[in-house]
């Protein structure tokens, strides 16, 4: 076995080892709940790594297709004919799904700012059309009573219970991602990624494979959001929104984008970074926004990169050259 091949095993033998024994270490529930929610945002990261890390599309639309994705599950377990949160799930997962596809089709004949606008404007839609539809979604109140998820009559009603079901459905997304990354749809969103005109070139059907990928990426947010809404067994209208957008993207720009480590990591940095920054109070966010920036700046090959050694800070690579200069 080729020593980066042994090493890249044991540091995945000892993040899986550590992954499943978190909540006998974590000394609260309260600290297990912020391990849900960084699963919960990992998936959503993951998710919109099809669409700006591999495929190079502008999306800040994430957030819209995660409350997608939660009130459809939530609607249909609560309502006059409650559906399974199974069932629901898997419904969650297809609507959530069709709408990417309602917004990719029309919107990615458009780049660059312009698509980053339009994606915006259908966050904001969607939005507005939660907090006003009360007859169906609840307006602003949200819905409440959201039933657990439970396999074979073991409900996930504790912290720990549910932590162990998004865990298995963290991994399982990853590897179906892995897989995705090296098959022939994996190559052809990185080929419109890096040159979208030579990828037509060659026959890659270019819109096709970016509304495969915002479909994509919607799916995995509506699996997010179905998983949230049975977790926390209540949604609103202000928790996906604009806002939440821009956090999922900063986990990838924090994380490496386009890697399907640095959408982990970053989740983990994006969630549990604001929580050790609490003491600061009005200026936590300040601070973890100046972080974000700091690491677009100095570090854009994000946290995974500078750990496997394929981006170099930039901070660094300046002094380099500076080095390399003074010697000549």
């Known amino acids: 076995m080729k020593p980066g091949v042994f090493r890249h095993s044991i540091v995945l033998v000892c993040a899986a080892a550590l992954l499943v024994a978190f909540p006998v270490l974590a000394p609260t529930d309260y600290v297990v709940r912020i391990g849900n929610l960084v ?7 993951l998710g919109l790594n ?31 004919i409650a559906w399974s949160p199974w069932l629901a799930m898997a419904g969650a997962i297809v609507v959530a799904a069709l709408a990417g596809v309602a917004l990719g089709l029309p919107t990615l004949k458009i780049k660059g700012h312009y698509l980053a606008l339009a994606t915006i404007g259908f966050g904001e839609v969607t939005r507005i059309t939660l907090n006003n539809w009360r007859s169906l979604t609840g307006g602003s109140d949200g819905i409440s009573d959201i039933p657990a998820l439970s396999v074979g009559g073991f409900g996930l009603t504790s912290e720990t219970r549910m932590y162990f079901g998004l865990l298995v459905g963290v991994a399982v997304l990853t590897a179906a991602a892995a897989q995705l990354r090296d098959s022939s749809f994996g190559r052809a969103f990185i080929a419109v990624r890096d040159d979208e005109l030579a990828a037509g ?66 989740a983990l940095v994006g969630v549990a970074l604001p929580e050790l920054l609490r003491g600061f109070g009005v200026f936590s966010m300040a601070i973890y926004t100046l972080l974000v920036v700091l690491m677009i700046l100095f570090v854009p090959g994000g946290v995974v990169g500078i750990l496997t050694g394929e981006a170099r800070p930039l901070r660094l690579d300046w002094l380099r050259r500076l080095q390399i200069r003074r010697r000549s």
């Open 39 to 45: 699963l919960v945002y990992a998936v959503l990261a």
């Open 201 to 266: 070139v060659v026959g890659v059907p270019t819109t096709t494979t970016k509304t495969l990928a915002f479909a994509l990426g919607a799916a995995y947010a509506g699996f997010a959001g179905s998983a949230y809404a049975h977790l926390f067994h209540y949604v609103s209208p202000d928790i996906f929104s604009f806002e939440q957008s821009l956090l999922i993207l900063s986990m990838l720009v924090i994380g490496g984008l386009g890697r399907i480590a640095g959408a982990l990591v970053g």
């Open 50 to 80: 099809f669409t700006v890390g591999w495929t190079g599309q502008i999306s800040l639309a994430h957030a819209a297709f995660w409350g997608i994705g939660a009130y459809t599950s939530a609607i249909l377990t609560t309502g006059t």
